[in-house]
C-alpha cells in the first residue's frame, strides 16, 4: 500500500481565488450609470493558449482628473453580519477585483484614467500555479511613454487595450508563450 503524503504549500497554491476574495460589486469601479464609463474587457490564457478560468484580477488606476486619492467604500463591511456588502455605488474608488468566469473572461467597468501621460489602468494578475502574482499595465492609447518606448514592437503591443464600439477596450493577458504580456518587476 502506497503512503499518502500530506500536500505541501506548492501543492495548495489554488484554485482558490475565487472563493472568498472576490466581493460585490468588484468589478464596478466607476459610479453607477456614470455617462463616462468605459469597459475594459478580455480573456487570461495560459501558456498553451487555454483560457483560464479562476483567475483573479486587481485594478488601480487615477480618477478622471489624475488625482491618484480615490474614494474608500470598495470593501465595506455589514455591520451586523460583518461580511462584505461591497461598493456604495456612488464613489469613483480608483480599485477594482474581478474573477475570470468560467471562459476565462473578465469585465471591468469604471471610468477613464487621467494619468499625467498616457492613460492606464494597472493590473495585477493572481492564477494558479503562479507562486507570486504578476504586474502589468492596460494601456488605452498608444504613444509616447517610458516604458512603451523601451519594448520593441511587438512587446509594447501586449500592453495597448484594444479600442472598440460602445467605449470598450479589448486587454487580453497572456501568461506565457507566444504574444506573452509584458509583465513589471518592482523592487
Known amino acids: 500500500m502506497a503512503e499518502r503524503l500530506l500536500p505541501t504549500p506548492s501543492h495548495t497554491i489554488g484554485p482558490f481565488y475565487g472563493h472568498a476574495l472576490p466581493f460585490p460589486g468588484g468589478a464596478e469601479v466607476a459610479p453607477q450609470g456614470h455617462s463616462d464609463a ?7 490564457f495560459d501558456g498553451a493558449g487555454t483560457p483560464i478560468p479562476d483567475a483573479l484580477l ?4 487615477a480618477a478622471p482628473d489624475g488625482s491618484l486619492k480615490g474614494a474608500p467604500g470598495s470593501m465595506r463591511r455589514d455591520p451586523s453580519t460583518g461580511g462584505f456588502v461591497g461598493r456604495n455605488g456612488v464613489d469613483f474608488t480608483g480599485y477594482g477585483r474581478v474573477p475570470t468566469d468560467a471562459d476565462g473572461h473578465y469585465a471591468l467597468h469604471t471610468l477613464p484614467p487621467g494619468n499625467a501621460g498616457l492613460p492606464y489602468i494597472s493590473v495585477c494578475v493572481f492564477a ?3 507562486t507570486h502574482h504578476l504586474f502589468t499595465r492596460a494601456y488605452l492609447a498608444d504613444g509616447a511613454d517610458p516604458l512603451l518606448d523601451s519594448l520593441p514592437a511587438e512587446r509594447r503591443a501586449t500592453l495597448i487595450a484594444a479600442e472598440g464600439a460602445n467605449r470598450t477596450y479589448r486587454f487580453d493577458i497572456r501568461l506565457q508563450g507566444e504574444g506573452e504580456t509584458v509583465f513589471l518587476e518592482f523592487q
Open 128 to 130: 494558479r500555479g503562479l
Open 38 to 44: 468605459i469597459t475594459l474587457h478580455g480573456y487570461v
Open 58 to 61: 486587481d485594478f488601480w488606476q
